[in-house]
């Protein structure tokens, strides 16, 4: 649960504020060399075995893991139990915060991943990159799934267990991924580092919106404690 001190609409406002500045400095190139910077220290950097486990901690944030695996498994689990409907609710939910979230951006943007070897990366660190026919590194999808799937799949874990959630687990569910998945993605260049940073705040934006769907007012009983819902 959010703190009542955190609900104010003022933080989402300096969140959204935060994403828009971080888009302009990126789409301007003003941030281009820092990110050329990491990436080439990155490639540098990254013997095989250190990039194999980057690969691996990377499926925190990966979409099919969150979405078909875990998601889908706890859903299907979920209807069994309670045969309610509305337990497809936390996994629909995040599905659109995540995918209305961040696509219209990765679709405008038109930047390509740091790993691109279709040209120079001083190329492929542009916005608005019309030599690609894929661009949709900005911003990180990985990070902002961290951000919306792990609440959704804590909520359906509470109601699956039918109890809250152990804290210490779901603090580790909450925080971990978003840092694991931050640091992953650069390592491996899977993403520019102000591709994660504008997912970052787009993420926290995100799961703010869905910590306030009132479940218990559209017939889900979530127990208390689960997820990080202000209204449960």
């Known amino acids: 649960m959010i703190s009542p001190r955190w609900r104010s609409w003022w933080w989402d406002g300096l969140l959204l504020a935060a994403l828009a500045l971080t888009t302009w400095l990126a789409a301007t190139g003003v941030t281009d060399d820092l990110d050329l910077a990491i990436r080439a220290w990155c490639m540098d950097h990254d013997p095989t075995w250190a990039r194999g486990v980057g690969i691996v901690l990377n499926h925190f944030g990966q979409g099919w893991v969150l979405t078909d695996v875990l998601t889908g498994g706890l ?17 629909v939910a995040a599905y659109l915060l995540a995918g209305f979230g961040a696509g219209p951006l990765k679709i405008w943007s038109e930047r390509d991943a740091p790993s691109s070897t279709l040209y120079p990366p001083e190329i492929a660190v542009q916005f608005f990159n019309d030599l ?101």
Request: aromatic residues 12%; proline residues 8%; without cysteine.
């Open 75 to 91: 859903t299907l689990i979920a209807l069994v139990r309670t045969r309610k409907w509305q337990v497809v609710l936390p996994g």
């Open 132 to 232: 690609a026919d894929y661009a949709r590194s900005y911003p990180s999808g990985h990070i902002v799934n961290t951000f919306v799937w792990w609440p959704a799949i804590l909520t359906l874990l509470a109601i699956v267990l039918g109890r809250p959630v152990p804290t210490g687990v779901r603090r580790f569910l909450l925080i971990a991924p978003p840092i694991i998945v931050f640091v992953t993605t650069i390592f491996v260049s899977y993403h520019w580092l102000t591709d994660d940073i504008a997912a970052v705040f787009l993420g926290l934006f995100l799961a703010r919106l869905y910590a306030r769907i009132p479940w218990r007012r559209l017939g889900l009983a979530v127990p208390t404690g689960s997820g990080i819902p202000v209204e449960s």
